[in-house]
């Protein structure tokens, strides 16, 4: 099943006209169509008013707001309102509230916060979702499903130090071969019960908070279980529902590089990936599209949803910027350029009260449609009836790939030493970065995805290595692909033992190297690394390499180790592995990609343009759409690389025509058949997608 099937991009966002009276609903409806809003998250915290006592349920008002939806000719994507716990449950049931870090079990408060081994939770969060089922699968308004709401965050309760130690029964059987996997030899851990196992905290193997333990073997599989624990909640809504309803696509929206879960476990149990952005402040564009991609490797480069972003502010951090006049519809066309086939909001219209009555709304307090953050969303609003169904289904015909891996984002990140300053997103977002700067398209893939369509393979801070995947670089590389690692990579297993060989383990042979050494200094402290014409500032982490067959590219320019490689090639095969030891400061990054791109002939036709994002997409029916973003404020002068129709604007350029972006500026060129011979690249549907259509 894949995300639902609607005529245009679906637009709108989260909307809980319970929070205020109902005339002003008519307000609502009204400015929804001036502003070309078509689609409604519905009920995502509204569970103290669906079920106000355990044996009471009231869907009136849902009843009215799905009603009008329909009436308006709207459609709803439905929440089963599960994330945010009535008041009298928590009284009722105290397990469902968690037990922190620090082993302190929480009162009522907040949202997000439920125990997920809570059988009271589990029962009626279960029976809330086959309630709303039953009682809107086959409501007119209804589009999809959205199950809960962020699921995130961990619990130390007794209920999951059980399931903890059940998860561990299942996946070890035996403790001998838990002692084994876990090391427990070390500092006299060895386990004779499985009553003896604690959950990983403050209280038991964490020293210095969660990112420090004593057994990262131990954390790593907490962080496992509690992963699946949080799916088990979702699993268990998604039965019921689709007990009642075999079709209406079922999402839950994630956040993107969220660290705590695992989201490649999670993708095969979703319909389709949604998501909710809000970069980080000052992010550079390609955080966001990193994260898009990500999201879209989640169900094999199949079209997501963008869930929730701000239409103008946040209000949960310390400073609260404003998205400047653009910057909204140039973040929504990116989404839509990554392979978003709906733009949805948080939020509709603001809340009156509570913590994020200052988060921006598509409609403020004072209901006007005269404010330029509505202006603007009804403009995009517009442009998207424009687009029409022209990138719905479409796909991403991606050469490169980036290998994303939560088990080495965790380990790396939990481990002692080498260095507590390399951050995984850091790391890999450089490489991205650089590979998107180049023009090319990236997928962003788990460890265990098919690499037959790709030609490079990026797998930055690849520090566990599981299953066959060493074997599947090599074979990637023998066939012609170039594959490239970096420092802190194939250090250890799944269990997070280190590999009993050079490093980088299993990736040795591919690389042409052996690593006996490394270094790591402070954050201020910069090692020059020369390739070529360019001196790269390199930082964190110094490997210090022995060539077994690899030709350094680069070297370090001072200590006692100058002059031996930072940067290394190895032939392989009809192909390549490059390994680079440290790390580069991004000139140094963009270089190296560059010129692994080149050598597959992957530069884009705007990749001297610094500010301007490309992107492409491939309609079912073959059409090639090429987005181009221009990031800058001002505006960006191209010369056409083939001829094409700007579908936003109607204006046909033939190849070689001057092409101006207006500053944060957005064309979508559909590309002519008869210009793509200049960059292939970039138009043409890639293997891996012909006959698979989304749509
Ligand atoms: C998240 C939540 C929303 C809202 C927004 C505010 O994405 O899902 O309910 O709290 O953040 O930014
Ligand atoms: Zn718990």
């Known amino acids: 099943m894949t995300a639902p099937r609607t005529p245009k991009v679906s637009y709108g966002g989260d909307y809980n006209p319970e929070q205020w009276p109902e005339p002003v609903w008519d307000e609502d409806h009204r400015l929804f169509t001036r502003a070309g809003i078509d689609t409604l998250t519905v009920g995502v ?123 561990l029964r299942e996946k070890y059987a035996t403790l001998d071969a838990l002692n084994d996997a876990w090391c427990t030899t070390f500092w006299s851990h060895r386990y004779t019960d499985w009553t003896e196992i604690e959950p990983p905290n403050a209280l038991t193997e964490h020293w210095r908070g969660p990112d420090h333990t004593a057994f990262q073997g131990t954390t790593l599989d907490y962080f496992r279980f509690t992963t699946d624990a949080l799916l088990g909640c979702f699993l268990a809504e998604k039965e019921v529902i689709r007990a009642q309803d075999p079709d209406a696509p079922v999402t839950t929206n994630f956040m993107g590089m969220f660290r705590p879960l695992d989201y490649h476990r999670w993708a095969p149990h979703l ?253 201020d402290f910069v090692q020059p690394v020369r390739m070529g014409e360019l001196t790269s500032d390199a930082r964190l982490v110094f490997e210090i390499v022995l060539p077994r067959g690899a030709e350094p590219v680069g070297t370090y320019g001072a200590d006692f180790y100058a002059g031996t490689p930072a940067v290394t090639r190895n032939k392989y095969g009809k192909g390549e592995g490059w390994y680079v030891a440290t790390a580069l400061d991004q000139p140094g990054v963009n270089e190296v990609v560059r010129r692994i791109l080149t050598r597959h002939d992957l530069i884009g036709p705007y990749a001297d343009q610094p500010a301007v994002e490309t992107a492409t997409r491939v309609a079912p029916d073959g059409t090639a759409l090429l987005f181009l973003l221009n990031h800058a404020p001002e505006p960006a002068r191209l010369t056409a690389h083939a001829t094409a129709t700007d579908l936003l604007t109607d204006k046909r350029v033939e190849q070689g025509d001057p092409l101006t972006l207006d500053p944060l500026g957005t064309a979508i060129l559909r590309i002519q058949q008869s210009g793509i011979n200049r960059s292939a690249a970039h138009v043409r549907p890639a293997h891996r997608t012909s006959g698979r259509s989304s749509c």
């Not at 955080?287 to 209000?315: I, N, V, Y």
């Open 45 to 167: 915290f509204s569970w103290s008013l669906t079920q106000p006592a355990e044996n009471t349920y009231d869907f009136a008002i849902l009843d009215r707001i799905l009603d009008r939806a329909a009436a308006e000719g709207r459609r709803v994507c439905l929440a089963t309102g599960t994330a945010a716990l009535p008041p009298w449950l928590a009284k009722k049931y105290p397990d469902v509230n968690r037990t922190d870090f620090e082993g302190r079990r929480h009162r009522y408060g907040q949202r997000h916060n439920f125990c997920p081994s809570s059988p009271a939770y589990r029962r009626l969060s279960t029976q809330m979702a086959g309630r709303i089922a039953e009682r809107y699968a086959r409501h007119p308004a209804l589009l999809a499903w959205h199950i809960n709401n962020e699921y995130g965050g961990l619990c130390y309760c007794e209920l999951c130090a059980d399931a903890f130690r059940e998860w």
């Open 271 to 523: 319909d389709f990936a949604s998501w909710d952005s809000y970069p980080p402040l000052d992010a550079p564009p390609t955080w966001p599209s990193l994260a898009h991609d990500l999201m879209r490797g989640l169900k094999d480069g199949a079209p997501f949803w963008l869930m929730e972003q701000t239409p103008s502010t946040t209000a949960c951090r310390e400073v609260n910027p404003l998205r400047r006049p653009g910057e909204l519809r140039l973040a929504t066309f990116q989404a839509v350029a990554h392979g978003a086939d709906a733009a949805l909001y948080f939020q509709m219209r603001a809340s009156r009260g509570a913590c994020e009555k200052y988060h921006g709304a598509v409609i403020g307090h004072a209901g006007r449609d005269d404010t330029r953050v509505f202006r603007e969303v009804a403009e995009i609003g517009r442009e998207l009836e424009l687009l029409g169904d022209a990138s719905l289904g479409a796909r991403t015909p991606a050469r490169t790939a980036l290998v994303f891996d939560w088990d080495s984002w965790w380990a790396l990140e939990i481990s002692d030493g080498p260095s507590r300053l390399v951050r995984y997103q850091d790391t890999v977002h450089a490489y991205y970065r650089a590979a998107r700067e180049a023009g090319a398209d990236v997928d962003v893939i788990p460890q265990t995805a098919d690499l037959a369509p790709y030609d490079v393979v990026i797998a930055p801070a690849l520090h566990m290595i599981k299953g066959d995947l060493a074997a599947r670089l090599e074979a990637a590389a023998g066939r012609g692909a170039t594959v490239l690692s970096t420092f802190l990579s194939g250090r250890v297993d799944e269990h997070d033992r280190a590999f009993l060989t050079d490093v980088p383990g299993p990736l040795a042979p591919l690389m042409g190297i052996r690593v006996d050494e490394w270094d790591s200094r402070a954050r």
